[in-house]
């Protein structure tokens, strides 16, 4: 059974810090995985999308890499400003077809002080 | 694009009443829908996956007979809570996954949902 698991459960960095969120998987058998951004109160932002034969997608400051064989995913934030501050959520999409379910991990709480 | 839309995004309801959250992707097919609920402070639970067409698949310990779900349209889920109590109150989030896209799902604001 998937499993997935983010550390830390909590982050508080001051503004302009980069900064390092992870995320790690117990079945390496997975189509994708993708990180979210969820305010209070909200529904998920999907912010980037690595496919399993991907090492890595980067948008703006942002960057993930995916490390399929050892089971670990990291976003990478650079100058972190107060507007990033949000949960943060892995998923993985289980491969094989038969279910193609996301399977979330427990998110990161990410607050950047100004 | 890749928007996804759910209504209402707040509902309280008395005990025993039913209510229906839909949810719809409007700017793209979706054949697949999923419904999850969020506790506060936890991640996301799949309750069911909604396929255009089809009958929904429910995740274990999910009462299909209370959480009912028709996908009518390629846009268009719905999500009905039949005899809602206080304990289903919580937060719920629909995804639409895009027809012939990569598996990437796009996630609705969600519903909050206060039982009475």
């Known amino acids: 059974k998937q499993e997935v698991t983010q550390i830390p459960a909590a982050l508080s960095v001051p503004e302009g810090e980069n900064l390092v969120l992870n995320c790690s998987f117990t079945?390496?058998?997975?189509?994708?995985l993708q990180w979210f951004r969820q305010d209070p109160g909200k529904g998920l932002t999907s912010l980037l999308l690595i496919q399993s034969s991907q090492r890595e997608q980067t948008s703006g400051r942002l960057n993930a890499s995916l490390d399929k064989s050892s089971g670990r995913s990291t976003l990478y934030i650079a100058a972190s400003q107060p507007g990033d501050s949000a949960t943060y959520l892995c998923a993985v999409l289980d491969y094989g077809g038969a279910t193609n379910k996301l399977i979330f991990g427990t998110g990161t709480l990410l607050a950047v002080q100004p | 694009g890749a928007v996804v839309s759910q209504h209402p995004s707040r509902v309280i309801c008395k005990s025993g009443t039913s209510v229906k959250i839909e949810c719809r992707s409007l700017d793209f097919q979706a054949t697949t829908m999923f419904w999850y609920r969020q506790f506060p402070k936890q991640s996301l639970m799949l309750m069911a996956t909604s396929n255009e067409g089809s009958k929904a698949t429910y995740e274990q310990g999910v009462e299909k007979d209370k959480f009912l779900i028709n996908h009518a349209s390629l846009t268009l889920s719905t999500l009905t809570v039949t005899s809602a109590h206080p304990e289903d109150s919580s937060f719920y989030i629909c995804s639409a996954r895009v027809r012939g896209g990569a598996g990437e799902q796009f996630f609705g604001p969600g519903t909050r949902l206060t039982v009475l």
């Open positions: 079945d390496s058998a997975i189509y994708n």
